[in-house]
């Protein structure tokens, strides 16, 4: 019975992940950073000052907003930022997941496409900023250098499923328990209040 008892939790709970993967997220990214980036809309970042406002800049300069001292140096392959970097940023406090679910993304996430997908380069790949994720499978990015040109603008996307290479967060802090109530302890005048209790009408 308890066999079977725990097959039918571990069912239900991989069901109810599949059809609601909002419902089992341990840890929710931090979007309090995103409107630092939406400030940027219409304008060029370039923080490494070569070749313009790539994509590699906005992330980077995301990540350094968020308490990172930045993605330097490298490949330069925007799609693989997470996996090159993956020592550094964990060590930095963000989580990195590698080959993600499309369902694992989040709000404030950074997300680097695979080089050739969703019509990225098929040598550097491609990297943004996830601003929501919506109800109809489309994502509202912040990206730069895509359509639009070197600028950070807003967009709305469908990727498909092995197009993600990695996902870079920066969670929100746990919040911290409610300290537990202590007992008080009797004194002496709560024990002459309670010997001073007329019990008589009980009797």
Request: overall charge negative; some cysteine; charged content about 20%.
């Amino acid at each position: 019975m308890t066999k079977l008892f725990t097959k039918f939790i571990a069912t239900a709970t991989l069901s109810l992940g599949l059809m609601f993967p909002f419902l089992v997220f341990a840890h929710e990214t931090d979007t309090s950073y995103l409107p630092k980036i939406e400030a940027h809309y219409g304008t060029q970042v370039d923080v490494d000052g070569a070749f313009g406002g790539q994509c590699w800049d906005l992330s980077n300069y995301y990540l350094q907003v968020m308490g990172s001292k930045g993605v330097w140096g490298g490949s330069g392959r925007a799609g693989w930022i997470g996996h090159e970097y993956y020592d550094q940023l964990t060590a930095e406090g963000f989580t990195v997941t590698l080959d993600p679910q499309l369902s694992e993304l989040q709000a404030g996430d950074i997300v680097n496409l695979r080089p050739g997908t969703n019509h990225t380069d098929p040598y550097y790949g491609h990297t943004i900023i996830i601003k929501s994720v919506n109800g109809d499978g489309t994502f509202t990015t912040i990206e730069q250098n895509a359509e639009r040109g070197q600028i950070v603008a807003e967009y709305t996307r469908t990727f498909a499923e092995g197009a993600v290479t990695s996902k870079i967060a920066k969670l929100k802090p746990e919040p911290k328990p409610e300290p537990k109530p202590q007992p008080r302890k009797i004194t002496s005048e709560d024990i002459r209040k309670f010997a001073a209790i007329d019990l008589s009408p009980l009797n």
